[in-house]
């Protein structure tokens, strides 16, 4: 099954690996040089059989022993030149080319870590797996020998044909005879072994997936029993790529044979020739050995094209598997400029048509502070059934907005201020109009969807006041992990507007974004590193200790202290050594610890019994009191926690009360907490 982009056919292989010189032009004087030395060994190489021409012509034909100890002598010299020019050509390459291999592949997990989160959705790990690895190892060997090699081995070739026309042109003849069929053989085996170079690698990407899954699920397939199943999956895989390969083998050999066979047949007929004008008296024999000795220098030259080209074609490749990734756009680093406002009113809400509308504050990148009078009319309920209660400062006229002949946007008594519950009342926000999270019109599809398809939200509004927990509560598949997902900007909104604040989050460069918002997702996430520090991933750099003490005091995460080296133990790959309730613990507490002004929880407590859950509940009332929320909940006591409740449905917002208002009123939400509800996917 193809899992990557399928590449051109007519694609250059010349053009593509010339898409490295970004990556090689700061080493390109080393190269030049080893490239340099590397022509002249070869050079030097060529000089051997006109040595031992003058040997057989003077010293040989004329009985000098001391001739021949001189030539011996120079043949020697010129035999230690070659190995000491190549071996230096070997150490001029060595340093700079594992600097651009390494350059490389910190630029691909640049890469890889700000693309966005679509991006990941669609390629498999194993392919970017082999990316980071096979393929950049296939470029390293391709600038440390072929890309030398083919200029060497070229030049090498050229000079050798000179010197044997000169020698004897109709000699010469001879030997260039099998130049056109090898040239069109070379061009036909470039093509074909081009397209299987990029199936073999795309397999290896994808063997690479299967081992990893296997590693990462070994849990399931022992306790399924699965392993054979596994193995069989492999095994196909592995066939399948062996297959390829065998194939990649047959067309080296094709090429191998016609390349050694047409030059030895040359070099034969040669032979003959030259031995006939010998006998002739037409060529001295000196010349004669001169010119087979050039031409066996050859051999190799030749004979390497098969291969050079073969790992020429998978740089080529490699390149474009490479280039594949590279090529993709990443999630931009710094902040759309906002439009500034002209009267301090706030932005118009979005029109029907989803465009984005401007952002506030041009001049700041704190989000702006609304007075205290700024109150906005009154917004009717979603459902209509009651009228809207007024905030406590709603006795003024409300302002005259420029889009005020749009309809209003339906949001069930979003005008009133958070219902108090026993154990953590509050006051109200005054001015909290424009303030907190707040939902505007937004729709979402996944890219990869089909245009054609419903969107999974569709013209969501909803405002969580600052200081105000919200519970989003809805069936299976109803879209509630994906909007939790857009607050951080993990994917971007089809149409429609988040704002912080009053700032809209597009407005805010995502480093600052994710500093103000914490995400706790319901499949917890650790890395193969200490305790402490999968938790202060969710702080600043100065976080201290007390900070982390205090995190897992809220998280109930005091057991970290108990481990073997304390909250400085290893957890392992995904944090596997630990339950899956200890997961989210600590998945918990890495959310609070940056103390966030906005946070999102997507089921935070889905995995822990009801005893440490209480204690969680106790914990978190205290932190959601100074922290604007929006939690995703399945369970009545996890509702309990927010000051007001959502009902998504449809990919839309339903209802919105107080958990036990919704009770009474709204028979699919007490469907859902009667227990009949299932747990959300996305």
Not at 94 to 115: D, F, G, H, K
Request: charged share 20%; with cysteine.
């Amino acid at each position: 099954m193809t899992t990557t982009p399928v590449p051109p056919t007519d694609r250059s292989a010349v053009r593509t690996l010339l898409r490295l010189w970004p990556f090689v032009r700061p080493v390109r004087a080393r190269l030049f040089a080893a490239a340099f030395v590397a022509v002249l060994a070869s050079c030097v190489a060529l000089v051997i059989p006109l040595v031992l021409k003058w040997m057989v012509d003077g010293p040989v034909a004329g009985r000098d022993p001391a001739g021949v100890w001189l030539g011996a002598l120079y043949l020697l010299l010129l035999g230690l030149a070659e190995a000491l020019l190549f071996g230096l050509r070997r150490w001029l390459v060595a340093r700079p080319l594992s600097r651009v291999e390494a350059e490389m592949r910190a630029a691909l997990y640049r890469r890889l870590q700000r693309l966005p989160v679509a991006f990941h959705d669609r390629w498999p790990s194993g392919q970017l797996l082999s990316r980071g690895t096979t393929d950049l190892m296939l470029l390293r060997m391709f600038l440390a020998f072929p890309l030398t090699f083919l200029l060497v081995n070229g030049v090498t070739i050229l000079v050798g044909v000179i010197i044997m026309l000169v020698q004897d042109w109709s000699l010469g003849l001879v030997i260039l005879g099998p130049a056109v069929p090898v040239v069109i053989t070379c061009s036909v085996f470039e093509k074909k072994y081009a397209d299987i170079a990029r199936r073999a690698q795309d397999q290896v990407g994808d063997l690479t997936t299967v081992v990893e899954e296997s590693v990462l699920g070994i849990r399931i397939i022992k306790g399924f029993g699965r392993h054979r199943s596994q193995a069989r999956a492999f095994r196909e895989l592995s066939g399948t790529l062996r297959g390829t390969e065998l194939r990649k083998a047959r067309l080296l050999a094709s090429i191998w044979a016609v390349i050694v066979t047409l030059p030895e047949l040359a070099v034969g007929a040669a032979l003959v020739v030259g031995a006939v004008q010998v006998a002739d008296g037409r060529l001295s024999a000196g010349t004669l050995v001169a010119f087979l000795s050039t031409a066996l220098a050859l051999r190799w030259p030749i004979e390497s094209i098969g291969f050079l080209l073969a790992m020429s074609q998978e740089a080529a490749t490699a390149t474009e598997r490479y280039f594949e990734v590279m090529d993709e756009e990443p999630e931009t680093d710094g902040a759309r400029p906002p439009v500034p406002e002209t009267d301090g009113a706030r932005p118009p809400t979005p029109k029907a048509d989803g465009a984005r509308p401007p952002v506030p504050k041009a001049d700041s990148a704190r989000p702006p502070t609304p007075k205290a009078d700024s109150a906005r009319p009154p917004v009717p309920e979603a459902d209509g059934a009651r009228p809207p209660t007024p905030k406590p400062d709603s006795t003024q006229p409300p302002t005259p907005k420029a889009d005020s002949t749009q309809p209003p946007v339906p949001k069930a008594d979003s005008t009133q201020p958070p219902t108090p519950k026993a154990g953590h009342a509050r006051a109200p926000v005054p001015g909290g109009g424009e303030r907190g999270l707040r939902f505007h019109g937004v729709r979402f599809r996944y890219p990869d969807a089909d245009p054609d398809s419903p969107p999974v939200l569709d013209g969501v509004d909803l405002h969580i006041r600052p200081g105000e927990s919200l519970a989003l509560v809805g069936a299976t598949g109803s879209g509630k992990t994906t909007l939790t997902a857009l607050v951080p900007r993990l994917h971007e909104v089809t149409s429609g507007r988040i704002t912080l604040d009053g700032t809209d989050i597009t407005a805010l460069p995502r480093e600052e974004l994710r500093a103000l918002v914490a995400v706790a997702f319901e499949e917890p996430t650790l890395f193969s590193a200490t305790v402490g520090e999968n938790v202060l991933m969710g702080a600043g750099p100065d976080a201290s200790e007390a900070d982390l003490s205090r995190a897992l005091a809220i998280a109930q995460a005091d057991f970290a202290h108990a481990l073997p080296q304390g909250t400085a133990t290893q957890v392992g790959e995904q944090g596997l050594s630990l339950s899956g309730g200890q997961r989210q613990r600590l998945a918990l507490a890495r959310a609070v610890v940056g103390r966030p002004r906005f946070l999102v929880l997507d089921d935070p407590l889905s995995a822990l019994d009801v005893h440490t859950e209480a204690a969680v509940e106790a914990a978190l009332r205290r932190v959601l009191a100074d922290t604007t929320a929006l939690i995703v909940a399945h369970r009545p006591s996890t509702v309990l926690l927010a000051d007001r409740v959502a009902l998504l449905s449809g990919g839309r917002i339903t209802a919105v009360g107080t958990h036990h208002e919704l009770l009474r009123t709204n028979a699919e939400y007490a469907h859902l907490m009667s227990g009949a509800g299932e747990d959300d996917d996305r």
